[in-house]
């Protein structure tokens, strides 16, 4: 469940619990009206249970009318102590008592002994005082308020009496403090009860996603992402877990490819070492000869110096890989496309190679099949790096006494397509989709030797996409592996041809 809506069903309890305390009220004023009703033989309104005189008079209304009919029938049944036992029963189950006086004395006390008949006596009303039936409050003792109704009476032999209904207000106001009682108990029960419920549902409903939350930021900190955080819901915190195992699966990808980048960053360093320890290794030697006067021929003097140019060549080479390299991390490879004429562009290339291959004694040969005027978009520089990245990883990589290498260029419809073959060791299929990537070397080319940055044709790739073309890779293992790529041919459109 949403948090909003969490809230919103919070907001309307907040707003429904007065009501339902009101129904509580109105409940327990039900009760308390019955038990009155049970103990009084009343009826309780709203009218009446503000009127306390009210309420005693009509609780003790039907023994009143019950003594004026029997002062009518027999007055003298007044003086029979069980009789008035018998009404005084009657009236304690309505919270009052009976007393008869006779004259000046209190013939019957249905109170208990304990309270002095004295003290009753001075505060009880005079025969007659309030006319021949009255209702009067007046105090029993000086701490008791009472409500008490009299009858007064003439027997036989001509004595006068009075006959008091008494109801202490006191039993009243326990009966009613009872019921405030129980009414503010009733609504502290309700508010901690609705409390205590809202809080467990809003905790429970915060608390546990957090707690993934929690647990799952500590195993981060600790470089453990082999988790998942399980959510059902589909409330806010559901959502922010679901983010945030998408946060985790994204920072797992990332430290994965930060080992992979620092394993190969270890490759690289470990492969560009042992490629320039070579070529320096062979110029210390030749240089040491020299000095040593080994080359003590012209002939001789001319091999030397010219070994360690093309190494100086190979040195120089490797660290233009590794400058262009850090400009391919940083997308940063500055290109300067130019319309350029793909025949003449290619047999300069071609006669530069050549004189290297020569140097090399390496049998190198071109074809140029593409029609004289034929325009290209490249930048020539970056476009002749790839020429010489793959003749540099053909001819490092070639295990047979004659060494070949070919370059033919052909029409390819909107494209000019360069092939360059050589007759090395060649490559696995299943290498062959790979020889593209950063930092990857095949297996043999892992035992050779002559060792391998690995980012040479990475480079390649980039350089040629970067041109709008495509490359790839035909081979066989044991004859030698072909690699071709596409250039786009320079089109006026019809706009310009006009």
């Given at each position: ?5 969490r ?7 907040i ?8 129904g ?6 039900t ?16 009218d009446?249970?503000?009127d306390?005189?009210k ?29 008035l ?13 009976l007393?008869?006086r ?5 013939y ?17 009303p ?9 209702d ?27 006959i ?6 006191g ?10 009682q ?9 508010l ?9 549902w ?11 939350l ?18 059902k ?16 699966r994204?920072?797992k ?26 070529p ?10 020299i ?13 030397y ?37 793909a ?6 290339c ?44 053909s001819?490092?990589?070639?295990d ?5 290498v ?17 007759n090395?060791k ?12 950063r ?11 002559q ?41 006026l ?6």
């Amino acid at each position: 469940m949403k948090l909003k809506t969490r809230l919103v069903i919070a907001f309307f309890i907040i707003i429904m619990v007065p009501f339902l305390m009101f129904g509580i009220i109105l409940l327990s004023f039900t009760r308390y009206r019955v038990a009155v009703q049970n103990n009084y033989g009343v009826t309780i309104t709203l009218d009446s249970i503000t009127d306390s005189m009210k309420i005693i008079s009509n609780s003790t209304q039907e023994v009143y009318e019950k003594l004026q009919e029997q002062i009518a029938d027999d007055v003298e049944v007044f003086l029979d102590t069980e009789y008035l036992d018998a009404i005084n029963r009657e009236l304690s189950e309505r919270y009052s008592y009976l007393l008869v006086r006779l004259g000046e004395e209190l013939y019957y006390n249905g109170l208990n002994e304990e309270v002095e008949v004295s003290s009753i006596l001075e505060n009880l009303p005079s025969f007659h005082e309030a006319g021949e039936v009255t209702d009067v409050s007046t105090y029993i003792g000086e701490d008791t308020q009472a409500f008490v109704r009299q009858l007064d009476v003439e027997f036989e032999d001509g004595s006068e009496g009075s006959i008091f209904i008494v109801s202490p207000v006191g039993r009243i106001v326990r009966q009613t403090a009872k019921l405030f009682q129980n009414l503010v108990l009733a609504v502290a029960v309700i508010l901690v009860f609705t409390a205590f419920i809202m809080i467990i549902w809003i905790y429970t409903g915060v608390n546990v996603p957090l707690k993934k939350l929690s647990e799952a930021t500590h195993r981060i900190k600790e470089k453990d992402f082999d988790f998942e955080i399980e959510v059902k819901g589909h409330d806010e915190i559901s959502m922010l877990c679901r983010d945030f195992d998408d946060m985790k699966r994204q920072l797992k990808m990332q430290e994965e490819e930060k080992e992979s980048f620092d394993r190969q960053n270890k490759e690289l360093i470990s492969n560009i070492s042992h490629d320039l320890k070579t070529p320096i290794t062979a110029v210390k030697g030749y240089v040491e000869g020299i000095m040593d006067g080994v080359a003590d021929t012209p002939e001789k003097m001319d091999r030397y110096i010219r070994t360690i140019y093309i190494k100086a060549n190979d040195m120089d080479r490797l660290i233009n890989e590794l400058t262009f390299y850090s400009k391919i991390d940083t997308n940063r490879i500055p290109y300067n496309f130019n319309k350029i004429d793909a025949v003449e562009y290619f047999d300069d290339c071609a006669e530069e190679v050549g004189l290297e291959m020569h140097e090399r004694e390496i049998r190198f040969s071109y074809i140029n099949n593409v029609e004289i005027g034929t325009l290209v978009i490249a930048d020539a520089e970056q476009l002749k790096r790839v020429i010489n990245n793959i003749i540099g990883n053909s001819i490092k990589y070639m295990d047979k006494p004659r060494k070949e290498v070919q370059l033919h260029v052909f029409d390819a419809g909107d494209y000019v397509q360069a092939e360059i073959e050589d007759n090395g060791k060649g490559i696995e299929n299943k290498d062959l989709v790979n020889i593209f990537n950063r930092f990857y070397r095949t297996d043999l080319s892992r035992n050779s030797s002559q060792g391998g940055s690995g980012i040479g044709l990475s480079i390649v790739r980039k350089i040629i996409e970067d041109h709008g073309g495509r490359i790839w890779a035909t081979s066989k293992v044991g004859e030698g592996t072909t690699m071709h790529f596409l250039i786009r041919k320079y089109v006026l459109n019809n706009s310009a041809q006009q």
